[in-house]
C-alpha cells in the first residue's frame, strides 16, 4: 500500500480503546489503521512513547471575526485552537459586527475565515427575537445550529430571547433540522440581584459572583427543556458550570427530550477562590463557582452525564478587563489552546480519567451531535484525516510567550500541565509542529451530514 504519510509505533486512542499501531494518510484521508500496516510511504513519523488522538473539535468559541477581530480574530484564534490539538472550530454569531442574524452575515464570515483559519470552521447562527425570519434560509446555508441568549448577552446588537421568540425558534429549528444552543441564566433573577448590588454600591467580584447563582441557571434551563419537550426541538445547553443543572438535563434526557449540554475547562479546574485571587482574567458567565461544586462536576462527567466540552474561549482587549466595577469588566476566559492539557492534567492526573474518555468528550461525541460525523470525529478509515499526537509524560509550563492569542492572557498562566500536544494534522497536513505553527491557512467550511 502506498500512502503519504504514515505515522508508526503510536499509542492510538479511539472512543473505545487504545492499542499501539499505525495509521495511514492518503488524499487527506484515513486510509488504514492497524498493528503493522506494511505502507510505503512519502513520509513516516516514529512516535514510539506518544499518544495519538482524534483532533479535538471546539464547537464554542468566540474568535469574532468579522468586525471585533482586534479582540482576537480567525487567524490567531484557529492557531491557539492548533497549538492545542484542534483541528475545526464552531464560532458563536454574536461577537461579530454586526452579528450572524442572517445568510450575507454568514457568507461574509465564511469568506474571512477561507481566507486566515488554519483549521477547519463550522458556524452557529444567532436567534434573536428580531431576525426568525432568516432562520429557515441560515438553516439552508449551513449554520451548525442557533445560538440564543436567555440573559443578557452583552452585545448590544444581539438581543436575549424572550420565551415566545425562543418557542418560535424552536419550531423553526425542529422544521429545519437544526439544534437549538442556549445560554441558560434567568434575566429576571441576574438582573434584580445585579442592580441590587449596584444600588447599593457593592461592586466587587464576590458581589458579581453572588448576583449570577446556581438558581439563575436551574430556571432557565428547565424553562428551556420545556420549550424542547413542547416543540420536539433538539436543545443543546452551553457551559453548564453546576452538578444540578446537568441533573435536570439527565432527567429530561430520560423522559425523552432531545437534550445535550457542554461543560468547560474553566469549571473543571478554577473556584471562586482563583476568580478572587486572579480577578478580572477569570470572569464568566455563568460564573465559576465553589471548589464542592468543580467536584460534583467532576462527577457528572466521570460518569458520561455530561456530552461534550466547549472551550467558551472569549477573549477581549487587555483594557476591557480594567475596571475597578467588577460588573462591568467583559466575562469572558481565553482557554481555547489548553483545553486538552488542563484535562489531561486535572482529568488524567489527578482524577484517573481515561484516554478514551477525553476522545468522546472533546471530538467522538461533538461530532455525532453535531452531525458532522463520519466526515470528521473519529479515527476511522475514510474520515478526514485529522488528529493530534501528544506527549502525556511532558509536563509544560503556561505562559504568556507561548499563547498563540491576539492578546497573550490567560488564567492558566504559570500552571504546570501535563500533557504536551507535540504535532497537529488537518487532513493530513501537518499545521503545528513544536510550539510552531507550520504552512498556511487552509481551513475549510465544514457543514453538517446532507448539506
Not at 237 to 248: P, R, T, Y
Request: hydrophobic share 40%; aromatic share 8%.
Amino acid at each position: 500500500m502506498d500512502c503519504d504519510l504514515l505515522i508508526q509505533n503510536a499509542t492510538i486512542v479511539t472512543e473505545t480503546k487504545s492499542f499501539l499501531g499505525e495509521v495511514a494518510v492518503a488524499n487527506e484521508k484515513i486510509v488504514a489503521i492497524g498493528p503493522d500496516l506494511n505502507a510505503k510511504s512519502r513520509e513516516t513519523i516514529n512516535a514510539q512513547g506518544l499518544h495519538l488522538f482524534s483532533a479535538i473539535i471546539d464547537a464554542h468559541v468566540h474568535f469574532n471575526e468579522p468586525g471585533r477581530e482586534s479582540w482576537e480574530g480567525l487567524a490567531t484564534g484557529s492557531q491557539a485552537l492548533a497549538a492545542g490539538g484542534g483541528t475545526l472550530f464552531f464560532d458563536m454569531p454574536l461577537n461579530s459586527d454586526p452579528p450572524v442574524l442572517n445568510v450575507e452575515r454568514l457568507h461574509e464570515k465564511a469568506k474571512v475565515a477561507t481566507q486566515k483559519s488554519y483549521t477547519d470552521f463550522a458556524f452557529w447562527g444567532g436567534l434573536v427575537p428580531g431576525n426568525l425570519d432568516h432562520l429557515e434560509a441560515l438553516a439552508d446555508e449551513g449554520v451548525i445550529g442557533f445560538k440564543a441568549f436567555m440573559s443578557d448577552s452583552g452585545i448590544a446588537e444581539f438581543s436575549r430571547v424572550d420565551l415566545a421568540s425562543l418557542k418560535k425558534g424552536m419550531q423553526i429549528a425542529s422544521r429545519s433540522g437544526k439544534i437549538v444552543a442556549v445560554h441558560a441564566e434567568s434575566e429576571t433573577m441576574t438582573a434584580a440581584l445585579t442592580q441590587r448590588a449596584l444600588a447599593e454600591k457593592r461592586f466587587t467580584i464576590r458581589d458579581y459572583l453572588n448576583s449570577r447563582p446556581i438558581a439563575s441557571e436551574l430556571e432557565a434551563i428547565q424553562k428551556a427543556i420545556e420549550l424542547a419537550a413542547e416543540t420536539g426541538c433538539a436543545l443543546h445547553v452551553v457551559h453548564v458550570s453546576c452538578a444540578e443543572g446537568i441533573a435536570l438535563i439527565t432527567s429530561a434526557k430520560q423522559k425523552g427530550v432531545n437534550v445535550s449540554c457542554e461543560t468547560c475547562p474553566h469549571y473543571l479546574v478554577l473556584t471562586e477562590e482563583d476568580v478572587e485571587k486572579l480577578g478580572a482574567i477569570a470572569k464568566c458567565a455563568p460564573p465559576v463557582r465553589s471548589r464542592e461544586e468543580k467536584e460534583k462536576l467532576w462527577n457528572e462527567l466521570k460518569n458520561d452525564r455530561i456530552d461534550i466540552i466547549g472551550s467558551d474561549h472569549s477573549p477581549c482587549p487587555p483594557e476591557m478587563k480594567q475596571k475597578d466595577n467588577f460588573f462591568q469588566v467583559w466575562g469572558g476566559i481565553s482557554g481555547v489552546q489548553h483545553t486538552f492539557s488542563l484535562l489531561t492534567e486535572e482529568g488524567m492526573t489527578q482524577r484517573h480519567v481515561l484516554p478514551e474518555q477525553l476522545t468522546r468528550w472533546l471530538s467522538t461525541q461533538v461530532a455525532d451531535r453535531f452531525q458532522i460525523f463520519p466526515q470528521k470525529g473519529r479515527l476511522n478509515v475514510g474520515s478526514d484525516a485529522d488528529f493530534f499526537i501528544a506527549d502525556l509524560n511532558a509536563i509544560e509550563e503556561v505562559t504568556a510567550k507561548k499563547l498563540f492569542y491576539r492578546h497573550p492572557q490567560s488564567p492558566y498562566i504559570g500552571r504546570q500541565l501535563r500533557g504536551k500536544v507535540v504535532r497537529t494534522f488537518l487532513r493530513g497536513h501537518c499545521i503545528f509542529q513544536d510550539g510552531k505553527m507550520v504552512g498556511n491557512p487552509i481551513g475549510k467550511w465544514v457543514k453538517p451530514v446532507g448539506l
